[in-house]
C-alpha cells in the first residue's frame, strides 16, 4: 500500500517540476560590452545580472530588467547605470521598493502612482 502512495507522490512531483518555467538568468561582465549591446540583452532576456568593478575595487552584482513586469509586487523598475566598454554610466532599470504615498512629493516623482 505505501508503495503505491510512492508512486502517485513521485509521478505527482514530476508533474509539477516539469510544468514550472525554467528560472535561469544570464550573467555578464558589464564592461567588457558596449552600452547598446548590455542594454539590448536586458531588452531581449528580460532580466539579466551585470557584474563590475566598484569604486573600491570590489567586484558589484546586481539585476537590471526592462520593465516593471520582472520586478516582484511592490517594486518598480527605477532608473539607474552601469559602467560598460565603452560608457561610464551606460543607462539601465534595477527593481526598486516603491515608496510609500507619504514620500511622494508629486504625483510624477519615479516610482509613485504616476511616473514608473
Not at 535561469?24 to 532580466?47: D, F, K, L
Not at 551606460?90 to 516610482?111: A, K, Y
Request: with cysteine; net charge neutral; glycine share 6%.
Amino acid at each position: 500500500m505505501q508503495v503505491h502512495y510512492l508512486i502517485a507522490a513521485s509521478a505527482a512531483f514530476s508533474i509539477i517540476a516539469s510544468s514550472q518555467p525554467a528560472a535561469a538568468i544570464s550573467r555578464y561582465n558589464s564592461t567588457s560590452m558596449t552600452c547598446a549591446a548590455a542594454q539590448e540583452r536586458i531588452a531581449r532576456e528580460g532580466a539579466v545580472i551585470f557584474r563590475y568593478p566598484g569604486r573600491t575595487g570590489v567586484t558589484l552584482y546586481d539585476r537590471y530588467v526592462s520593465s516593471d513586469r520582472y520586478c516582484a509586487g511592490g517594486e518598480y523598475a527605477k532608473s539607474d547605470s552601469i559602467p560598460t566598454k565603452d560608457v561610464r554610466n551606460c543607462p539601465v532599470r534595477q527593481c526598486e521598493m516603491r515608496p510609500s504615498p507619504g514620500d511622494c512629493d508629486s504625483f510624477l516623482d519615479e516610482g509613485c502612482f504616476g511616473w514608473r
